[in-house]
């Protein structure tokens, strides 16, 4: 093996190398049951990362305007929670936020479908720590999404 293919298999990482070795991992979503692309399928990152900016954007916004006179610490926690009441409210009843909307993606639950408001207040708390959100498992879910049971599908 020379220098590019150890480099190569490096940055493509153990998914790659494991697929090469002969590993069937099949499509994101499977486990879960739900078809491989098109309605109901999983939403790719670009799209949650989309929605998740501008839904950002949007929780700016309001705290910018609404709350503060002028942009310090105070705005971007007070945005922070306006993002929290924002998830929990719209994601526990119509199963998307504004930016969620905007690109195509809804929240589901594993079982029943319907988020109710107890999962989205779960998932909305682990969104706003973030790291459970940068935690995917193969399906492409974050962390927050596998403890509240819940998927991103696409609308």
């Known amino acids: 093996m020379d220098k590019r293919q150890a480099i190569g298999s490096w940055l493509s990482g153990p998914r790659a190398a494991a697929e090469d070795a002969g590993v069937d991992f099949g499509y994101?979503?499977?486990?879960?049951?739900?078809?491989?692309?098109?309605?109901?399928?999983?939403?790719?990152p670009g799209r949650r990362l989309g929605a998740l900016a501008v839904d950002w954007g949007l929780c700016l916004l309001i705290a910018y305007g609404l709350i503060t006179d002028g942009y310090d610490q105070a705005t971007?926690?007070?945005?922070?929670?306006?993002?929290f009441l924002l998830h929990v409210l719209t994601l526990g009843t119509a199963g998307f936020t504004p930016g969620k909307r905007?690109?195509?993606v809804r929240v589901v639950a594993q079982d029943t479908g319907t988020v109710n408001p107890w999962r989205?207040?779960?998932?909305?708390?682990?969104?706003?720590?973030?790291?459970?959100?940068?935690i995917w498992d193969r399906d492409g879910r974050g962390l927050h999404d596998r403890l509240a049971r819940t998927v991103e599908v696409r609308i």
């Open 120 to 134: 989205a207040a779960v998932r909305s708390a682990l969104l706003c720590l973030a790291l459970p959100a940068l």
């Open 28 to 44: 994101r979503g499977e486990q879960l049951g739900l078809p491989e692309e098109g309605p109901g399928s999983i939403a790719r």
């Open 76 to 83: 971007g926690n007070w945005a922070l929670l306006i993002l």
């Open 102 to 104: 905007l690109f195509g």
